[in-house]
C-alpha cells in the first residue's frame, strides 16, 4: 500500500473503522456532530478514500466499508514516520517517546514482551 491518508481522510476512516458498516449519510452525521463538517465536505473525503482504495460503496444507502484495517494502516503511518522523521532509525523513535516519560514497571515489562517476542 503506497497511499498514506490525510488527516482530513484519517478522520473518516475512524469513523468507518468504528461503525462498519456504515453509510455515507450517517458518516456525514457523526462528523458533522464531532468534527463540525458539513454534507459535502464529508462526501469529498469519502469519494477521496474511495478513488484511494481504502474503502468500497455500495448501494443502496451508499454503504462505506473498508478495504484496509485500521492495524494495516497504523503499521503504514509508523514506518513513514520512522522514515521520515527518525532516518529509518526505530531505537531514535523509542529513545524520543521515552526521553521526557517517566514509565512504570508494569510498561516496562509489556515492552520487553514485546520485543522479546516479536
Do not use: H
Amino acid at each position: 500500500m503506497q497511499d498514506k491518508l490525510f488527516e482530513s481522510e484519517a478522520k473518516v476512516m475512524e469513523i468507518i473503522w468504528a461503525k462498519n458498516p456504515i453509510s455515507a449519510k450517517e458518516i456525514s452525521m457523526i462528523a458533522a456532530d464531532t468534527i463540525g463538517w458539513n454534507k459535502n465536505t464529508t462526501y469529498t473525503v469519502i469519494k477521496k478514500l474511495e478513488a484511494k482504495g481504502f474503502i468500497q460503496r455500495q448501494d443502496p444507502g451508499f454503504i462505506c466499508t473498508p478495504l484496509v484495517s485500521q492495524n494495516q494502516m497504523q503499521k503504514v503511518e509508523a514506518v513513514s514516520l520512522v522514515k521520515k522523521m527518525f532516518g529509518g532509525s526505530r531505537k531514535a523513535l523509542f529513545s524520543a517517546l521515552l526521553e521526557d516519560e517517566p514509565l512504570s514497571e508494569e510498561e516496562i515489562s509489556a515492552l520487553r514482551d514485546l520485543i522479546e517476542n516479536r
